[in-house]
């Protein structure tokens, strides 16, 4: 099987002798005798890594904003008006680059003028898409501004075309970002911010073809430019707006949105959930068949970037409109004893390695996906952190952000990559997956997916344009595909320091664990 960087593309090339995975049945782990070779051209780089393919989003949705985030100013949870200080400090520690909000579904029903002004004063609703619940509104624009501020990233606003109403989205974008006196810029003043936030990420509504508003393309490409039309440029602040895009491989709705609006947006925003395994959609206890299927899915997300972006070439060559993978992630079943609509599940090693080559093949079309956000931060779907009560814990997906931040803004760096086959039952993928890049200091990192879990790999790399000296490798992994980590036991998967790799020349040979992420760093 043969794997490109994104900018040097290869005729596939055959099978290695020796490369046929163990069968289904054999449950020891070996070393298999066939080669893979990588060549990583050091020199060749062009294209940026935008930070914000480490994106992330948060929904008014179970336990993510109440409880994950938001825990109000008087709780006995250590909190920083209102939001916790752990949860913050954690993500801080991974550079979250930018962190979508208030949806989601949510987004299409939410009403900003009821989240903001005195807490106590606020009217409720209910949150009709998940879980039927009440929504007190104590979290809102100020929150999550604030929120922000506090970790340090982007803000990106969805803001509610499907109930919503031209107006609504253009108030709201003038009593954030207008500087000036106005009825909008008062209120925010008498709110207690003085001085207008900076927004750039706006975003015209969400899955405006589903719980967005059920629209037909031709529809709500009318209805985003006459959205966008009011979307004020207030003082110095710039929005780059973002349209709502397909569903997985919905092609036309990419289609219809770039010939009647492509002109007009600055980012077009897909979605692609891989779901969960294919007998079992628990996310703990699964088998070898789940395992498969769940990371054949995931891999899926290459060809679906490739053909919306063939389309997005034919209409804008010259990439301006950026495409934003605004939610993506795997969807197990919620665990079990939790409320439905709350989407809560566990995290393990599997979905570390759904992450692992989901942002692989992120930065491989990073020429023109500008930014994406896994769902979500929090206690909900594909999540990082969960808490119960004060406790928090870390999920390996988040420990996946925290070694790949080191590919944030860096140049992708092109590579050929032969591998040997992951073969389950009759179907198979390839065992490995690869990204490469070089940071401002000149530093290359290799993050390197070995997804077959019962098989470590032998890797031979060659290093072209450039001499090194210095290897450090970091590997994520476990005993079992189905390691997690819990509240008992918080530290089942994490990350370990890795020196099985040997360098001679400009040659490096590394031997990849069965079912692991290594991240190695080259000087
Ligand atoms: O992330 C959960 C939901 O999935 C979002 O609200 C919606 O946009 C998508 O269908």
């Not at 990583?40 to 890594?49: M, P, Q, V």
Request: aromatic share 10%; proline share 4%.
């Amino acid at each position: 099987m043969t794997n490109t960087g994104g900018i040097v593309c290869l005729v596939a090339i055959a099978l290695m002798a020796g490369c046929a995975s163990t069968s289904a049945a054999d449950e020891t782990p070996q070393e298999k005798p066939g080669v893979n070779k990588l060549v990583i051209h050091a020199d060749k780089g062009k294209e940026t890594i935008n930070r914000n393919i480490y994106g992330h989003f948060s929904e008014h949705l179970g336990r993510c904003i109440y409880g994950g985030f938001w825990v109000g100013e008087d709780s006995a949870i250590p909190n920083t008006r209102g939001i916790r200080n752990d949860v913050v400090e954690a993500l801080r520690r991974m550079k979250i680059p930018v962190l979508r909000w208030p949806g989601g579904c949510f987004a299409d029903e939410y009403h900003w003028k009821d989240g903001i002004g005195p807490r106590e004063e606020r009217p409720s609703m209910v949150n009709t898409h998940w879980g039927g619940v009440t929504e007190n509104n104590h979290f809102g624009t100020h929150e999550f501004l604030d929120l922000c501020e506090q970790l340090g990233c982007e803000p990106y606003i969805c803001g509610n075309v499907g109930s919503g109403t031209v107006l609504e989205m253009q108030q709201w974008v003038e009593y954030i970002t207008f500087d000036g006196k106005s009825p909008m810029a008062d209120w925010r003043r008498e709110n207690g911010r003085d001085k207008p936030w900076k927004v750039k990420y706006w975003g015209v509504g969400n899955e405006n073809w589903g719980c967005g508003g059920s629209m037909e393309p031709e529809y709500y490409a009318n209805l985003y430019r006459r959205f966008a039309t009011y979307l004020r440029n207030f003082g110095g602040n710039r929005l780059f707006k973002i349209a709502c895009g397909a569903r997985q491989s919905d092609y036309p709705w990419t289609e219809v949105l770039m010939s009647e609006a492509g002109r007009r947006m600055d980012g077009l925003a897909p979605h692609y959930y891989c779901g969960s395994g294919k007998k079992s959609r628990s996310a703990t206890k699964f088998g070898e068949e789940d395992w498969f299927a769940q990371l054949q899915r995931a891999l899926l997300v290459d060809g679906i970037i490739s053909k919306h972006a063939a389309i997005m070439d034919k209409y804008d060559p010259k990439k301006r409109v950026a495409m934003i993978l605004d939610e993506w992630g795997a969807w197990h079943q919620v665990e079990p004893g939790t409320n439905r609509g709350f989407l809560y599940q566990q995290n393990s090693l599997r979905d570390a390695l759904v992450a692992g080559v989901t942002l692989n093949v992120l930065n491989s079309h990073c020429d023109r996906v500008k930014m994406a956000n896994i769902a979500q931060t929090v206690n909900v779907l594909q999540a990082m952190i969960l808490t119960k009560d004060e406790e928090m814990i870390l999920t390996p997906t988040y420990h996946v952000f925290e070694m790949y931040k080191v590919h944030h803004d860096a140049t992708l760096l092109p590579f050929e990559l032969q591998c040997c086959d992951y073969q389950f039952s009759n179907e198979q993928i390839p065992a490995l997956n690869v990204s490469a890049s070089k940071d401002k200091s000149g530093r290359i990192h290799v993050s390197l997916c070995n997804l077959d879990p019962k098989n470590s790999a032998q890797l031979v790399c060659e290093l072209q344009g450039t001499k090194a000296k210095k290897i450090s490798g970091r590997v994520l992994t476990a005993d079992a595909m189905t390691a997690h980590n819990t509240f008992n036991k918080p530290e089942v998967v994490h990350p370990a320091a890795f020196d099985n790799f040997k360098l001679k020349g400009n040659i490096l040979t590394v031997t990849l664990p069965s079912k692991s992420i290594v991240l190695l760093g080259i000087e």
